[in-house]
């Protein structure tokens, strides 16, 4: 692998922690989290994501690791990143508020890494690009941005179904 194939990982994990940590902030702020809360799982969520497309990025030289491997290792991170932030925050983690967190996690990542792939298929190989900015013009970078544009998306959604407060909605309100 050349330097710049590193430089061109390097900038699609940059990027997937981008969307990875943006998309979370955006879930918390549509489902009404302010102040510290606002920015709760932000880290873990980059992290995951930068994982993941970290993964999916060397699967090529790692023997054709798949989306569940990608998924399982970005879940480990999330959950990870998140656990050690609710300990830092002075809360009680329990096993089973783990074992729940990261469930979640590893289904959200790999419904978004399964629903990207059928989307936006990648072929086995790597690419080889010609300049730094290639990472973001040839099929390959592109695919795997947009896989973790669609997966961050995914997860932002599953996150903000779970922290919205439903019962200020009114539901009988909207059928009147």
Do not use: H
Not at 84 to 111: H, K, P, Q, Y
Not at 129 to 155: D, M
Not at 157 to 164: D, L, W
């Amino acid at each position: 692998m050349t330097a710049l194939g590193v430089w061109a990982i390097i900038g699609i994990v940059s990027a997937a922690v981008v969307v990875g940590g943006g998309a979370q902030l955006v879930s918390n702020a549509l489902a009404g989290e302010t102040g510290s809360d606002l920015w709760r799982g932000v880290a873990g969520a980059a992290m995951g994501s930068g994982v993941n497309a970290l993964a999916l990025c060397l699967s090529p030289f790692t023997g054709g690791a798949s989306l569940a491997f990608a998924a399982g290792l970005g879940a480990i991170a999330q959950t990870g990143a998140d656990t050690i932030e609710t300990l830092i925050r002075g809360e009680e983690v329990s096993l089973w508020g783990l074992a729940l967190d990261f469930g979640l996690n590893l289904a959200t990542i790999f419904a978004g890494n399964w629903i990207g792939y059928k989307l936006i298929p990648t072929n086995t190989g790597w690419f080889k690009p010609q300049k730094f900015l290639s990472v973001f013009t040839k099929p390959y970078g592109q695919k795997i941005l947009l896989q973790t544009l669609i997966g961050g998306g995914f997860s932002a959604g599953v996150n903000f179904v779970r922290k919205f407060d439903w019962s200020s909605v009114g539901w009988k309100k909207m059928f009147q």
